[in-house]
């Protein structure tokens, strides 16, 4: 990449680009925050890579690809769960936090993917799920075995309303009521995900102390920190009181609720206090699955800097179609919380994001100033394997090829998550070099020109602006430390911001339409003096051809990052 990087400098203003061999292989950050300027990639174990031939991704994959993670700028891994499970819910259904499924690997397997991550300085983040274990969970097994086991409070049991009635109205998220019937003992246990998948009592002072010790178990083994799964399930409410009703359906057919008795109760925040007390015995990150579009509902989760350092922020995964005023709003709100930001624009549970904000058109154009958009933001990104192909969601056309049980309750109103976790595309052979078997989710026709190999030969692939603007951001210290100041807020079509620190400043411009339109960017008003610019990354020019900044004439889509004469 850096070849290809200086070969694209023209004459024009080489003196104000970053010296390539000054460029910092790692974040220079303060080790104690080093997730401040990381860039994290959301890995879904099944569908990254197989080395074993069944079709399934595991961890001796992802090992085998670590070089390719490493070449992308990516500074931490999280990987979706890995742990033992009878994969109802594709690992979020966890009958043992303390090892590895078999279909993944092993402890060693585990082991050696850490200290091989080490050695390229790429951190390891699990995910824990904190909310409910799998129902053949050894504790949700003594739990159920009868009403006076040492375990029946680890698990939300009541007595049903009367025959055959659960004790209220609360529904699960994945489809049906929130409650199953043990016929054995004659009681109702309370899940908010699937049957499979019993809610853990947080109420109960040994189920707390059990997890924050699985949380342990594995800091010591050398994880960086954990992605908290579904936080705000943890607690209900102890009266079970019903939902009020909302008017309309669900994608069930189910009347919609208004979840105030069963979602983001406030004992959520003392569980997330612990847990982060154990993380910072071990100097660890977390970052929560903290679903909001509210931004004081999703500031609550920093706590006091006490509670989860990287609540991921779905800000602009509300946003569903790429406009300018909208991510202004988004990114405005999120800095006036005075929070550090949180930039995700899709993960496992999302339709990719190719899709999403693509016009049906131009989505490989949009793609790209998706990334520039996100990366060049103050704030922390979390990607998602894959954006950095644009691969697009390939969703199962017919029921019968459903794997995801969310499809198979709410077909066809719901196509379940199974077309955003098609394996990873890294070359035209077969299966898109996934596995050498069938895998288990379809490769789409579009892996035989969207793969690893194929992009990372054209020096204008949306793969190569990945690298690019990883490296940038770790060189540039106005993209690393910068504040966010806002330009040209009323554009209905460009997105325009300054990074700047004290010294250094670099103009972000991303044209999110598809005509050409000339960004004004009115910086004098702003009090910034300098005129000109030098360019660092561009997608229809030149990197090193300088810029006039008082009007900048860019092409449909253009993404320009320009770097302002230093003061
Ligand atoms: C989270 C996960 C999702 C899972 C659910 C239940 O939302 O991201 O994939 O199905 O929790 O654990
Ligand atoms: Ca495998």
Redesign the pocket.
């Known amino acids: 990449m850096k070849k290809t990087l200086l070969a694209a400098l023209a004459a024009a203003c080489l003196g104000a680009l970053p010296s390539l061999a000054e460029t910092p292989t790692k974040a220079p950050a303060d080790p104690h925050e080093w997730w401040k300027h990381a860039v994290f990639y959301e890995i879904y174990p099944r569908s990254f890579a197989d080395s074993n031939g069944d079709g399934i991704g595991d961890l001796n994959g992802i090992t085998s690809k670590l070089d390719y993670i490493e070449e992308l700028g990516v500074d931490a891994i999280w990987i979706?769960p890995c742990f033992p499970s009878p994969q109802v819910?594709?690992g979020?259904?966890v009958s043992d936090y303390e090892q590895i499924d078999p279909m993944y690997g092993t402890l060693a397997d585990f082991d050696r993917l850490l200290a091989e991550g080490r050695k390229r300085g790429i951190r390891v983040i699990l995910d824990f799920?904190v909310?409910?274990t799998s129902d053949q969970h050894q504790w949700f097994l003594d739990s159920k075995s009868s009403r006076i086991s040492p375990k029946r409070d680890w698990f939300v049991w009541r007595d049903g309303k009367g025959e055959g009635q659960p004790p209220n109205n609360w529904a699960s998220t994945f489809g049906g009521p929130a409650w199953k019937l043990d016929a054995t003992t004659g009681q109702w246990y309370y899940h908010n995900?699937y049957p499979e998948?019993p809610d853990l009592n947080w109420r109960n002072p040994a189920v707390e102390a059990a997890m924050l010790d699985q949380t342990r178990y594995w800091y010591k083994r050398g994880v960086a920190g954990f992605r908290l799964?579904?936080v705000d399930t943890l607690y209900e409410d102890p009266d079970l009181k019903d939902n009020p009703i909302l008017p309309g359906t669900d994608n069930f057919g189910r009347p919609r609720q208004d979840e105030i008795h069963n979602k983001k109760l406030p004992g959520v925040h003392d569980a997330l206090k612990k847990l982060r007390k154990a993380a910072d015995e071990y100097g660890a990150v977390l970052l929560g699955?903290t679903w909001t579009s509210d931004i004081l509902e999703l500031k609550k989760y920093y706590g006091d800097g006490d509670e989860v350092q990287l609540p991921m922020d779905f800000m602009f995964t509300m946003v569903n179609k790429l406009s300018a005023p909208d991510f202004r709003k988004q990114i405005a709100a999120v800095e006036g919380a005075g929070v550090w930001p949180v930039y995700v624009i899709s993960?496992?549970?999302i339709v990719r994001a190719w899709n999403r904000y693509g016009d049906g058109v131009h989505n490989d154009d949009v793609a790209k100033v998706m990334a520039a958009l996100y990366l060049t933001l103050r704030g922390t990104p979390i990607m998602y394997y894959g954006e950095e192909l644009a691969m697009e969601n390939n969703d199962p056309k017919r029921r019968e090829d459903v794997k995801d049980p969310v499809a198979q309750l709410g077909w066809p109103l719901e196509k379940g998550?199974d077309g955003e976790r098609t394996p990873m595309q890294w070359d035209a052979t077969a299966n898109g070099g996934f596995s050498n078997a069938t895998p288990w989710l379809p490769v789409p026709a579009t892996a035989s020109t969207k793969n690893v190999a194929v992009l990372s030969k054209d020096p204008s692939s949306i793969l190569n602006l990945y690298r690019k603007l990883t490296a940038l951001r770790r060189s540039n210290p106005a993209l690393r430390e910068g504040e966010y100041l806002p330009l040209a807020e009323s554009d209905p079509n460009v997105l325009a911001y300054l990074r700047r620190t004290k010294q250094d400043a670099v103009l972000v411009a991303l044209n999110m339409s598809a005509a050409p339109h000339t960004l004004r960017a009115g910086l004098a008003a702003k009090g910034v003096k300098e005129s000109g610019a030098c360019t660092l990354l561009a997608t229809h020019r030149a990197a090193g051809s300088s810029l006039a900044l008082d009007s900048i004439a860019l092409q449909p889509f253009e993404v320009v990052v320009a770097e302002l004469a230093r003061r």
């Open positions: 979706a819910d594709f979020y259904d799920v909310n409910h995900f998948q799964d579904a699955e993960n496992h549970d998550r």
